[in-house]
């Protein structure tokens, strides 16, 4: 993602992010049903490991240009 001149401009996600937004998706819906104990915690801890994952690729993927130029 870029912020600058021109608004907001998505840059084409690569193919781990799509897996990690998949294995976001399906733990998500893991923690969420009605699981047996143990793999809805195992579930809810991918959950929070991929939600981390996430965090850090927004927060990577934000340029911010000097607009002051």
């Known amino acids: 993602m870029q912020i600058g001149k021109n608004g ?7 193919f781990w992010v799509l897996i990690n937004s998949g294995v976001l998706m ?4 893991g923690a969420l049903t009605e ?3 143990l793999l809805g915690i195992v579930s809810f801890v991918v959950f929070t490991l991929s ?3 996430w965090a850090y690729i927004l927060l990577t ?9």
Do not use: Q, T
């Not at 399906?26 to 819906?29: D, I, V």
């Open 35 to 37: 699981l047996p104990k």
């Open 51 to 53: 939600v981390a994952v």
């Open 61 to 69: 993927s934000i340029k911010f240009e000097n607009s002051r130029k």
């Open 8 to 14: 907001l401009k998505f840059i084409r996600p690569k």
């Open 26 to 29: 399906l733990s998500l819906y």
